[in-house]
T-cell receptor
Framework: GAVVSQHPSWVICKSGTSVKIECRSL??????MFWYRQFPKQSLMLMAT?????????EQGVEKDKFLINHASLTLSTLTVTSAHPEDSSFYIC?????????????FGSGTRLTVV | AQSVTQLDSQVPVFEEAPVELRCNYS??????LFWYVQYPNQGLQLLLK??????LVKGINGFEAEFNKSQTSFHLRKPSVHISDTAEYFC????????????FGTGTKLQVIP
């Protein structure tokens, strides 16, 4: 149980275009999901907290107009990288957990490797 | 704010030898502690978690960790490693209760040598 599916697993796009990444909770409902970014050989940095039915909460230094987050249902959150540039190339990972407190421990998606050329 | 320190960026160890990956945390309030493993180009998999209760926590793949409040540590151990354990290991911390964001350490690359 507690499976998070992330799509696509990798994407290459041209500079200036937008890319959408999907994060789905397959067997549970997730009112809250988290989006992380990971640079090569570095740790995960939290970008934003995605809340179902309301605006996302962004971490300091993350451009909300560039990284658009939509959490329209209890099982789907999307991250759209708008007007992508080469410096946006990174590994993006989402996470979520069921609301059951006894199962505390976030499940992560398999990640999306974004390359902007 | 809470933080996590993983002092060792890389740990080489021979196959079937024991290993300990160190993690220290900093927080002025109670926290939850986690260890995650990441294989190349993959997401993170939860190895184990400490929420409360027994300070010795057993996880998957033969790993265990001990919560030491006085030393603010949560070191990960395995008595005998396998080649398949080669991966990046992240220690993480979050505040207790509700949907709290998770803060990750910088990671330790475990390299198992045949």
């Amino acid at each position: 149980g507690a499976v998070v599916s992330q799509h696509p697993s990798w994407v290459i796009c041209k500079s200036g275009t937008s890319v959408k990444i999907e994060c789905r909770s397959l067997d549970f409902q997730a009112t809250t999901m988290f989006w992380y970014r990971q640079f090569p050989k570095q740790s995960l940095m939290l970008m934003a907290t995605s809340n179902e039915g309301s605006k996302a909460t962004y971490e300091q230094g993350v451009e909300k107009d560039k990284f658009l987050i939509n959490h329209a249902s209890l099982t789907l959150s999307t991250l759209t990288v708008t007007s992508a540039h080469p410096e946006d190339s990174s590994f993006y990972i989402c996470s979520a957990r069921p609301s059951t407190a006894a199962n505390y421990g976030y499940t992560f998606g398999s990640g999306t490797r974004l390359t902007v050329v | 704010a809470q933080s996590v320190t993983q002092l060792d960026s890389q740990v080489p160890v021979f196959e079937e030898a024991p290993v300990e990956l160190r993690c220290n945390y900093s927080s002025s309030v109670s926290v939850y502690l986690f260890w995650y493993v990441q294989y190349p180009n993959q997401g993170l998999q939860l190895l184990l978690k400490y929420l409360s209760g027994s300070t010795l926590v057993k996880g998957i793949n033969g790993f265990e960790a001990e919560f030491n409040k006085s030393q603010t540590s949560f070191h990960l151990r395995k008595p005998s490693v396998h080649i398949s354990d080669t991966a990046e290991y992240f220690c993480a911390v979050s505040l207790t209760g509700g949907y709290q964001k998770v803060t990750f350490g910088t990671g330790t690359k475990l390299q198992v040598i045949p």
